[in-house]
């Protein structure tokens, strides 16, 4: 008994660890890509010396993978570690992702600054949605653009796209268009914010956190603003801001997942056959659970160093970052970047015929009007806000 239940263990290996090595080799591709990308962009001016790379290691991933997969032929024996890498490390990577965001981040902005965000969340989720609808667009890749606008931009595509099911072209679709609209916002918004807020590092801050959509390229675009305009303030409260508005992962996935199976429903002809709406708790995935346990423990240990001087008594300061920051990091940087690389790797270039350029027309609509949203709520009540 024993020995069968070894074999079929090995057996189980054997399938899953060369496509698992080759996702692993294609993010390592992606991470370095990233990283030399951003050396040429502060090498010909476009980023601050020091700065990180504003393209996602996984962003490059993808598309090193989608260039494999319709130049190369990935061979059948690859697939199934392939598929595992799309599923569960997807899903380890973003519950280690809640050790990056603290819950007292939002505590920060005060009781003004948290509605801002909302307010700048929840544009960007309705227009990409009504644009989806009204475009006769697929309702899904209509729901990762709006999650990717609304929230915390290549991470919340990640995120959503298990829940409702996403195709893997879908997935490539959603995050090049994020990509691409992020990094223009990343340069084009920096000398905005001077211009509508010169002098005002607050309300600067808080429109650079809002209206860019990744969080390396709302760190591009303080950075670039505190070189150009000497206000490293901003820089703070860029950061605060974007890490307040990535909390709302937790809250937006399962209405965003509700909200696409109903419409999925309503939009059911007489020729379709509806589907039962799934139960409440359903939208609720475990990963976000897994996410919410651990941004209330980072949460917890920074409350207990803050009044104690250690976390939960046991942790100093330099020890207890070290764990949050290189349990994140793996998860951000090698779990999703190998659950990217496995999509990349899925994707056929034909998958991409169907779907055409509409998508993108909604997406650069959304982030204009995240930015005029930020903008003048912003303008209306930043002067509240004290960080």
């Known amino acids: 008994m024993n020995t069968s239940s070894s074999n079929r263990e090995n057996s189980i290996l054997s399938k899953l660890i060369p496509g698992l090595l ?48 319709n130049t190369i032929h990935v061979p059948a024996f690859f697939l199934e570690g392939i598929s595992f890498a799309v599923k569960y490390a997807l899903r380890a990577g973003i519950i280690l992702l809640g050790l990056r965001l603290s819950l007292m981040e939002a505590l920060k902005l005060g009781a003004l600054g948290v509605p801002l965000i909302v307010a700048c969340i929840a544009s960007g989720l309705f227009i990409t949605l009504y644009l989806t609808n009204k475009m006769k667009q697929s309702s899904s890749l209509g729901t990762l653009i709006a999650c990717g606008t609304g929230i915390c931009g290549v991470t919340a595509i990640m995120a959503t796209s298990p829940v409702i099911e996403a195709k893997d072209d879908e997935i490539s679709y959603a995050v090049a268009n994020i990509t691409i609209f992020g990094l223009t916002g990343m340069v084009l918004y920096p000398f905005l914010a001077d211009i509508i807020f010169a002098n005002e590092p607050i309300k600067a801050g808080l429109f650079l956190g809002t209206a860019i959509h990744d969080t390396a390229q709302v760190t591009g675009a303080a950075l670039i603003y505190d070189q150009v305009f000497n206000i490293p303030k901003v820089v703070d409260v860029a950061t605060v801001t974007k890490l307040t508005r990535n909390l709302f992962i937790i809250v937006i996935i399962p209405l965003v997942s509700y909200l696409y199976y109903k419409n999925l429903n309503k939009s059911a002809t007489g020729t379709t056959e509806k589907k039962e709406l799934p139960k409440w708790y359903t939208f609720i995935p475990l990963f976000v659970i897994g996410f ?28 207890w970052e070290a764990i949050y920051n290189k349990s994140s990091s793996f998860g951000t940087t090698y779990l999703l970047g190998m659950a990217m690389a496995g999509v990349g790797l899925s994707t056929n270039f034909k998958m991409f015929k169907g779907i055409g350029i509409k998508p993108f027309y909604i997406g650069f609509i959304a982030a204009v009007s995240v930015g005029l949203v930020s903008v003048t709520l912003i303008s209306l009540f930043g002067h509240l806000v004290v960080l």
Do not use: M, N
């Open 292 to 319: 919410l346990l651990l941004a209330c423990l980072r949460t917890i240990g920074d409350a207990t160093l803050e009044s104690t001087g250690s976390a939960f008594g046991l942790f100093q300061s330099s020890t």
């Open 22 to 69: 080759l996702c692993l080799v294609v993010t390592f591709v992606g991470i370095y890509g990233a990283e030399l990308i951003g050396v040429v962009l502060i090498k010909i001016g476009v980023l601050a010396p020091g700065s990180q790379t504003p393209v996602s290691g996984i962003f490059v991933a993808i598309i090193v993978g989608i260039i494999i997969r």
